[in-house]
């Protein structure tokens, strides 16, 4: 396609790529590709481990919910954290969903930024970020996890999503990380912008 001076029109990205720590187990969430990466998963966590087959069902259940429910809303694929830190496993998740808009030219950064902010429940943060892919929306915040606890207190998931708008488009990549570990919500909020900055778009 060309402009209307004549010049070929820049293509769209034909792809990304994200850097993630070892640790990090990709599920892609097309229906064929979703059950396959699940069970390899289940497999991984349960390698070993012969007499738990209602644990192993229950879990590949949850997967294939959780993936069904992001990729109805356009998601991509989810990445789940099993690093492990001594005996445990740091919980933390991403899912990179692909949000097209139906406008007829890109959205501003600063006009969803403010669309973001207006309303937002205290302790949002919003802003601008230069990423080396670009310009983006990031959108820090806290969330009540459900569920009492023993020591009475309200427990908080930190999640942060950078909006990043797709080249040549109007539509705009979410990716959208989760830790429930608030003791060290600051260390994995500066995991989370690391591996967002290391996006990059391929042709």
């Not at 892609?28 to 990466?37: F, I, K, N, T, Y």
């Not at 899912?95 to 902010?117: R, Y």
């Not at 996890?145 to 708008?165: C, F, I, K, N, W």
Request: with cysteine; net charge negative.
């Amino acid at each position: 396609m060309t402009d209307p001076a004549g010049e070929p029109e820049p293509a769209a990205p034909a792809d990304y790529r994200l850097l993630l720590p070892d640790g990090w187990f990709r599920i892609l969430l097309e229906p064929v590709e979703r059950e396959r990466s699940a069970t390899a998963l289940v497999e991984r966590q349960f390698q070993g481990v012969d007499n738990a087959p209602h644990l192993k069902a229950e879990l590949l259940k949850d997967l294939l919910r959780r993936g069904a429910k992001a990729y109805r809303s356009g998601g991509i694929e989810l990445y789940l954290s099993l690093q492990p830190v001594g005996p445990f496993t740091i919980p933390a998740s991403l899912l990179v969903t692909l949000a097209p808009l139906e406008h007829p030219e890109p959205l501003p950064l600063d006009v969803l930024a403010g669309t973001l902010v207006g309303g937002a429940p205290a302790g949002q943060e919003v802003s601008i970020e230069d990423l080396s892919s670009g310009p983006a929306v990031r959108v820090r915040k806290q969330t009540e996890q459900p569920g009492d606890d023993a020591d009475g207190r309200t427990h908080y998931s930190t999640s942060v999503e950078y909006h990043l708008p797709v080249p040549h488009t109007t539509a705009f990549l979410l990716l959208t990380f989760s830790t429930p570990l608030e003791p060290l919500a600051d260390a994995m909020a500066g995991l989370f912008d690391a591996v967002a900055d290391s996006l990059c778009w391929m042709e």
